[in-house]
Each structure stands twice: as structure tokens, then as C-alpha cells.
């Protein structure tokens, strides 16, 4: 006997076809409303997530100005008193300047009394 290969027929690219349970109208009705309750909910929470985020920037907003508001006043202080500090220095340098006048008046008076008591 000679041996002979079958051939079989093979269809390639052919899908089988699933068969699937048709779903009731009933039941599709509930599915949906279940999916659209929980799209509520999931909604509600990222709007309460929204404006706790806005009341947060809202604070933060706020906080800025006072910062800011304070960041000027300490300025206008700090250049108060660099003024006020330049103004004192005038007066020290002046009143040093009249201290060693001072000193040198009463260099020559006392040189002035030693002449005398020498005579």
C-alpha cells in the first residue's frame, strides 16, 4: 500500500462567530442607571475635590497679599530708619569733630596755665 497524504481543507482567516446572550432591555435599563449613579457620585466628589482646591488657593491668595502688604511696610521701615541711621552718623561725625576741637582748646589752655605758673 502506498501511503497517501490526505489533504484537508484548511480555511485560514475565518473567525468563529461567538454566539452571545442578548441582554434584556429591563436589564440594560438598570445597568445604565447604576453606570449613571456612579458617574454622579464620581462627579459630586470632584466638584467637592474642585472648590476645597479653590478655597485653598482662595486662603493662599490671601495670605499673599497680607505678605505682601507687610513686605512694604517693613521697607518703608527699613528705609526710615537707614535715614534716621545716616542722619545719626552725621551727628556722631559732627560731635566728634567738636569733641577733638574741644581737646585741642583745652590742650593750649592748659599750656597756656603752665606758662603762667612758670612765670
Do not use: F, H, W, Y
Not at 79 to 102: G, P
Amino acid at each position: 500500500m502506498v501511503n497517501k497524504k490526505k489533504r484537508v481543507n484548511k480555511k485560514r482567516g475565518v473567525k468563529k462567530r461567538r454566539i452571545t446572550k442578548r441582554r434584556k432591555p429591563k436589564e440594560n435599563k438598570v445597568l445604565l442607571t447604576e453606570a449613571l449613579r456612579d458617574l454622579t457620585k464620581e462627579i459630586n466628589v470632584l466638584k467637592r475635590d474642585r472648590s476645597k482646591l479653590n478655597r485653598q488657593i482662595s486662603n493662599i491668595d490671601k495670605s499673599m497679599v497680607g505678605a505682601q502688604e507687610k513686605e512694604a511696610k517693613l521697607r518703608d521701615t527699613i528705609s526710615r530708619l537707614v535715614a534716621r541711621e545716616s542722619n545719626l552718623n552725621k551727628r556722631k561725625s559732627s560731635t566728634q569733630s567738636k569733641i577733638l576741637k574741644l581737646k585741642e582748646k583745652l590742650a593750649k589752655v592748659s599750656k597756656i596755665k603752665q606758662d603762667i605758673r612758670e612765670i
